[in-house]
């Protein structure tokens, strides 16, 4: 039997997922983690993670009121 040994990863910050709640996602086909803490810079600042997922730079900011 083989087990299960990959610790994901945030593509944002790398934290592990021992360390911090990770969420999946899907993106151009693949798929990607982001910590809990990370999730609004995807949200509000994606182009922040320009170098770290494929395409970034190319995507906008949620619209939102303050």
């Known amino acids: 039997m083989t087990s299960h040994t990959d610790t994901y990863h945030c593509l944002n910050c790398e934290r592990p997922e021992t360390m911090a709640p990770l969420v ?3 993106f151009q086909n693949r798929s990607f983690w982001i910590c809990s803490q990370c999730l609004p810079v995807l949200i509000h600042k994606p182009e922040r993670l320009a170098g770290k ?3 970034a730079e190319g995507l906008t900011a949620a619209p939102h009121e303050h």
């Open 24 to 26: 999946g996602l899907r």
């Open 53 to 55: 997922l494929l395409g």
